[in-house]
């Protein structure tokens, strides 16, 4: 008979720990509620877990060094690491920020406010979006279509709250409301009368709600190569009636590019219906709330914690970020690449990276053995993903080189925080729209050395371990073959899963947008996508639901992840009950409810302890290593389970 208290996630509540809980029943609570009921999480922060805690194992680490350096001056021979120690320490200079208040941005800010039609908005466009945003933007990436090349790339604006679904939420008018008192504040504080900050906030809002009908939701990015939408330049200018788009691009581009990639075409279509004469007061009040919740945090500490209201009720966070954590992470957030060099170099042994090394090349080993043995693939599918696993790239650690833009960003000492960050900001933003004519440089690393993550990205088909993610549970020299293949393995082939998930797989080896696929294996795979999506959709985690497509991409990795982890664990004779304990310990954490709503409507990946059960219950050794039977929790019937990879 079949038991009626099986389900998908196990029997049991993520969030509350229970010490009782057998493996059989719940594999994280039975892993972690012991630790579970005695984590405190930080008031300076959202959450508490594995992963928290190896970032704060990084961050004190970088924040010692700065802080040694910053004292005696004796740094090693890194290029530009002088200028994020000098940045560190602008940053942590309160006494100055204080004595500064608003003086570093009313210049900046009386400029916005002296904008007073959308003549002038169509006249000064540059120079407010080197200051605050408009209501649209470019970047510059490689052609998905021909990733040698890099193209334009258009996109709508973000909105104030997290998502566009939540302005359909509950709370979404107190949200609202507790930005408007906020920024209302901040604008008083900065030299606006009341009733004038509060005319830009209302209607700063008012646009903000209309962008939110328009915009992508989160789910809808999580389709990435629907962003891949090439217009004409003269198609694309013809959109823009009332803003002089030809004349913003020219003053930001020597030359018109001849396509432009557009990444929400709903908003092209209704952008003249946004941006116009008509909407200009709103525009402008949604300009300077953008300014002023964007630049608080380089100001006085008065000014951090007028702006800590909004992002406490987006997080539940109690304390503001200390100021010298703070100082770090702006530093960090300008110089990473340099930092992460630093940290890799200093922490990441050679012994180490060449045994991760190792487990990689097993592990796309496995993958290939696993794809000639795939049942529902056809030889010639099955042929062409070998060769793009075998064109993967790896990075491992930290990059050989930095990339150019480092030598080009600057320090002044003499110059405010604010000016300092601006100033760099506009290098920055130059310096990626200037990539437009040159070739693509494959060898960047998407993630800085000092990074607790890892990624793949389809359009160079290679996978990044930086040394951050290199340490304990995920990975220890010390620790056993299985307990490392539960932690780190299982994250290695998460990564190079990312390369046939639902969008990784529209991408061939070169990492071009191609269909490589015959037409009934890739039928197959919608099949099989559908039900990672199906077994995920609806999943009760605190206070909110998951979004089975919103999160499919990185569930269908952590499926072929951990599948892909256990074969080469009993390849190498791996403890099995080390490895499944492991990925449980891995996905540790502690929420704050605030931070998982932000989390679930904004986040294509699901929660931490819900990527533990499902792909474990998904796995038949997961049954035989603990003697699952129907009548326990963990059970899910065999034409239940998913499989993909």
Same mark, same amino acid.
């Given at each position: 008979?079949? *038991?009626?208290?099986?389900?998908?996630?196990?029997?049991?509540?993520?969030?509350?720990?229970?010490?009782?809980?057998?493996?059989?029943?719940n594999?994280?609570?039975?892993?972690?509620?012991?630790?579970?009921?005695?984590?405190? $999480?930080?008031?300076?922060?959202?959450?508490?877990?594995?992963?928290?805690?190896?970032?704060?194992?990084? +961050?004190?680490?970088m924040?010692?060094?700065?802080?040694?350096?910053?004292?005696?001056?004796?740094?090693?021979?890194? &290029?530009?690491l002088?200028?994020?120690?000098?940045?560190?320490?602008?940053?942590?200079?309160?006494?100055?920020?204080?004595?500064?208040?608003?003086?570093?941005?009313?210049?900046?800010l009386?400029?916005?406010t002296?904008?007073?039609?959308?003549?002038?908005?169509?006249?000064?466009?540059?120079?407010?979006?080197?200051?605050?945003?408009?209501?649209?933007?470019?970047?510059?990436?490689?052609?998905? &279509?021909?990733?040698? +090349?890099?193209?334009?790339?258009?996109?709508?604006?973000?909105?104030?709250?997290?998502?566009t679904?939540?302005?359909?939420q509950?709370?979404? +008018?107190k949200?609202?409301?507790?930005?408007?008192?906020?920024? $209302?504040k901040?604008?008083?504080m900065?030299?606006m009368?009341?009733a004038?900050?509060?005319?830009?906030?209302?209607?700063?809002i008012?646009?903000?709600?209309?962008?939110?009908?328009?915009v992508?939701?989160?789910?809808?990015?999580a389709?990435?190569?629907?962003?891949?939408?090439?217009? *004409?330049?003269?198609?694309?200018?013809?959109?823009? &009636?009332?803003?002089?788009?030809?004349?913003?691009?020219?003053?930001?581009?020597?030359k018109?590019?001849?396509?432009v990639?557009?990444?929400? !075409?709903?908003?092209?279509?209704?952008?003249?219906?946004?941006?116009?004469?008509?909407n200009?007061?709103?525009?402008?009040?949604?300009?300077?709330?953008?300014?002023?919740? %964007?630049?608080?945090?380089?100001?006085?500490?008065?000014?951090?914690?007028?702006?800590?209201?909004?992002?406490?009720?987006?997080?539940?966070?109690?304390?503001?970020?200390?100021?010298?954590?703070h100082?770090?992470y702006?530093?960090? %957030?300008t110089?990473?690449?340099?930092?992460?060099?630093?940290?890799?170099?200093?922490?990441?042994?050679?012994?180490?990276?060449?045994?991760?090394?190792?487990?990689?090349?097993?592990?796309?080993?496995?993958?290939?053995?696993?794809?000639?043995k795939?049942?529902?693939?056809?030889?010639?599918? @099955?042929? @062409?993903? $070998?060769?793009?696993l075998?064109?993967?790239?790896?990075?491992? %650690?930290?990059?050989?080189?930095?990339?150019?833009?480092?030598?080009?960003? @600057?320090?002044? !000492?003499?110059?405010?925080?604010?000016?300092?960050?601006?100033?760099?900001?506009?290098? $920055?933003?130059?310096?990626?729209? /200037?990539?437009?004519?040159?070739?693509?440089?494959?060898?960047v #690393?998407?993630?800085?050395?000092?990074?607790?993550?890892?990624?793949?990205?389809?359009?160079?088909?290679d996978?990044?371990?930086?040394?951050?993610?290199?340490?304990?549970? #995920?990975?220890?020299?010390?620790?056993?073959?299985?307990?490392?293949?539960? %932690?780190?393995?299982?994250?290695?082939?998460?990564e190079?899963?990312?390369?046939?998930?639902?969008?990784?797989?529209?991408?061939?080896? #070169?990492?071009n947008?191609?269909?490589?696929?015959?037409d009934?294996?890739?039928?197959?795979?919608?099949?099989?996508?559908?039900?990672?999506?199906?077994?995920?959709?609806?999943?009760?985690y605190?206070?909110?639901k998951? *979004?089975?497509?919103?999160?499919?991409?990185?569930?269908?990795?952590?499926?072929?992840?951990l599948?892909?982890?256990?074969?080469?664990?009993?390849?190498?004779?791996?403890?099995?009950?080390?490895?499944?304990? *492991?990925y449980?310990?891995?996905?540790?954490? &502690?929420?704050?409810?605030?931070?998982?709503?932000?989390?679930i409507?904004?986040?294509?990946? /699901?929660?931490?302890?819900?990527?533990?059960?499902?792909?474990?219950q998904?796995?038949?050794?997961?049954?035989?290593?603990f003697?699952?039977?129907?009548?326990?929790?963990?059970?899910?019937?065999?034409? @239940?389970?998913?499989?993909?990879w």
């Amino acid at each position: 008979m079949k *038991n009626l208290f099986a389900v998908r996630g196990g029997t049991g509540d993520l969030t509350k720990p229970d010490v009782n809980t057998r493996i059989q029943d719940n594999l994280y609570l039975a892993v972690n509620s012991e630790w579970q009921k005695d984590a405190v $999480i930080p008031a300076d922060r959202t959450e508490i877990g594995v992963n928290t805690e190896i970032d704060m194992r990084i +961050e004190k680490r970088m924040m010692d060094n700065l802080d040694s350096f910053v004292k005696d001056g004796n740094l090693p021979d890194l &290029k530009n690491l002088d200028k994020a120690v000098n940045l560190y320490k602008l940053a942590k200079d309160f006494d100055r920020r204080n004595s500064e208040g608003a003086e570093p941005i009313k210049k900046d800010l009386a400029f916005l406010t002296s904008v007073n039609n959308f003549a002038g908005l169509n006249e000064k466009a540059k120079e407010i979006a080197f200051i605050s945003a408009l209501p649209f933007g470019f970047d510059v990436e490689a052609d998905m &279509k021909n990733t040698k +090349e890099h193209v334009l790339e258009f996109y709508g604006p973000g909105t104030f709250l997290p998502d566009t679904t939540s302005y359909k939420q509950d709370d979404a +008018e107190k949200l609202l409301s507790i930005l408007k008192d906020q920024t $209302i504040k901040m604008l008083v504080m900065a030299g606006m009368t009341e009733a004038e900050a509060s005319k830009y906030v209302e209607a700063g809002i008012e646009f903000d709600k209309k962008l939110a009908k328009v915009v992508k939701s989160t789910e809808e990015w999580a389709d990435y190569p629907a962003s891949y939408n090439p217009y *004409n330049i003269n198609d694309f200018l013809a959109k823009f &009636k009332s803003f002089k788009m030809e004349k913003y691009m020219l003053s930001m581009f020597d030359k018109l590019p001849e396509k432009v990639i557009v990444t929400e !075409p709903r908003y092209l279509e209704k952008v003249d219906d946004l941006v116009n004469e008509g909407n200009f007061d709103q525009i402008k009040g949604w300009m300077i709330i953008k300014f002023i919740n %964007g630049v608080n945090n380089l100001l006085s500490q008065d000014f951090r914690e007028a702006g800590f209201p909004f992002a406490q009720a987006l997080s539940g966070q109690d304390e503001l970020v200390p100021q010298a954590r703070h100082a770090y992470y702006l530093t960090n %957030g300008t110089f990473d690449e340099v930092l992460g060099i630093f940290y890799g170099k200093k922490y990441l042994g050679d012994e180490a990276k060449q045994d991760v090394i190792n487990m990689i090349h097993s592990m796309i080993k496995i993958y290939e053995s696993r794809i000639k043995k795939n049942d529902w693939l056809s030889e010639e599918t @099955k042929e @062409k993903a $070998i060769v793009k696993l075998k064109a993967l790239v790896l990075k491992i %650690g930290y990059p050989d080189k930095q990339e150019e833009i480092y030598d080009l960003l @600057k320090i002044d !000492p003499a110059k405010s925080l604010y000016e300092n960050e601006k100033i760099n900001g506009k290098i $920055i933003t130059e310096y990626n729209l /200037a990539k437009l004519d040159k070739p693509v440089d494959r060898s960047v #690393f998407l993630m800085p050395g000092n990074m607790n993550n890892a990624c793949y990205d389809p359009q160079r088909n290679d996978i990044t371990f930086p040394a951050g993610i290199l340490q304990a549970p #995920f990975y220890d020299l010390n620790q056993s073959r299985g307990a490392n293949y539960g %932690g780190i393995g299982a994250t290695i082939a998460h990564e190079i899963s990312h390369a046939f998930d639902n969008n990784g797989a529209k991408f061939d080896e #070169f990492g071009n947008m191609k269909n490589w696929w015959k037409d009934s294996d890739f039928k197959e795979f919608e099949k099989r996508t559908k039900a990672a999506i199906n077994i995920y959709d609806g999943l009760q985690y605190g206070p909110s639901k998951l *979004n089975g497509k919103q999160v499919v991409a990185e569930n269908i990795a952590d499926l072929g992840g951990l599948t892909c982890a256990i074969q080469a664990n009993k390849s190498e004779d791996g403890d099995m009950k080390e490895l499944f304990k *492991n990925y449980a310990r891995s996905w540790a954490q &502690k929420q704050r409810p605030e931070a998982i709503k932000t989390e679930i409507a904004t986040d294509v990946h /699901a929660p931490q302890p819900t990527r533990v059960n499902i792909p474990s219950q998904c796995q038949d050794e997961f049954y035989e290593t603990f003697d699952v039977k129907e009548t326990d929790g963990m059970w899910l019937d065999p034409d @239940k389970r998913v499989t993909i990879w």
